[in-house]
């Protein structure tokens, strides 16, 4: 076991763990992976590090930083569900203009700002500012409160696996899911038409504005300026229950159905008394 360090920063509110660990680096001034090896030397990344940190890991950092080990673990996201790590970033997706610490160099880096599924500042409660994506204006302001809903069922799923008839976790992926209009679409860009669309009308439009949209099941972090509507769809899913994905999966077609069915048999069926998944073929 290492020795304790002879200086140790206070983690900021929120502060995320590689921040943490970087500010120490600046500090000590080496390398932050140099810093991360000196307290943990089987460490392959501080981006590893925030997502996988153990409770002995915890241990011997609360050590050597004279600390509780688990106020290290809570500046990690190695206790949130396995389901919500697709939803965390690499980088920071967004910031509070309220919260942020403009004192410190290099300035710390909030673990609020790489959740995929947030829109308000966890400590102040203001709207995040997009890091990403600059002016695109907030085309889903009409659903505020039915977003702000959807972001707490994500968040209690995430932080503490609270669910309801199902994850909402699971919901946010699934209306990512593409779907076929009909009528086909004239312009034919598939792309931009997903289940969500149904949920929230005006979706199809503002997509239509955008020159991509790459979120997906497998990557589902969406625009800051985009993301309300997905936590509005998520909160009116939630709250009508199974009948609105059965309704939802007569909006798909061919294998788009196909795969939508596969992924959602299993939150309906109980729900209506049915047996299993049912075998499918090609609509
Ligand atoms: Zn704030």
């Known amino acids: 076991m290492k020795g304790r360090l002879p200086v140790v920063l206070p983690p900021f509110a929120g502060e995320l763990f590689s921040s943490w660990i970087a500010r120490h680096a600046a500090f000590y001034g080496v390398p932050a992976p140099t810093m991360l090896r000196h307290c943990l030397p089987e460490a392959v990344s ?25 106020t290290v673990r809570q500046m990690t996201f190695a206790n949130l569900q396995k389901t919500a790590h697709r939803f965390i970033a690499k980088e920071p997706l967004q910031r509070c203009s309220n919260c942020k610490s403009g004192n410190s160099d290099p300035g710390p880096i909030l673990r609020s700002q790489l959740l995929g599924w947030r829109i308000i500042c966890p400590h102040c409660g ?72 149904v949920v929230i009308p005006d979706l199809d439009n503002v997509l239509a504005r955008e020159k991509s949209f790459p979120p997906s099941p497998k990557h589902p972090i969406v625009p800051l300026h985009i993301r309300p509507a997905l936590l509005a769809g998520v909160a009116i899913v939630e709250r009508a229950g199974p009948e609105m994905l059965l309704m939802l999966q007569a909006h798909t077609f061919g294998h788009n159905r ?3 069915i596969e992924e ?20």
Request: hydrophobic share 40%; glycine share 4%.
């Open 126 to 197: 203001r709207p995040f500012q997009d890091l990403v994506h600059c002016n695109r204006g907030r085309p889903f302001n009409q659903y505020h409160a039915a977003a702000l809903r959807g972001e707490k069922l994500l968040q209690d799923d995430a932080e503490r696996g609270i669910q309801t008839w199902t994850s909402p976790l699971e919901l946010a992926r699934l209306l990512l899911m593409r779907r076929v209009p009909w009528p086909f679409p004239r312009d034919a860009e598939l792309w931009r038409y997903r289940v969500l669309g």
């Open 258 to 260: 196909n795969r939508f």
């Open 46 to 70: 501080l981006h590893i590090a925030d997502r996988t940190l153990s409770r002995d890991q915890a241990i011997r950092l609360a050590e050597m930083f004279s600390m509780d080990a688990e």
């Open 264 to 283: 959602t048999d299993h939150l309906i069926n109980p729900a209506f008394g049915l047996p299993g998944p049912r075998q499918l073929q090609l609509i």
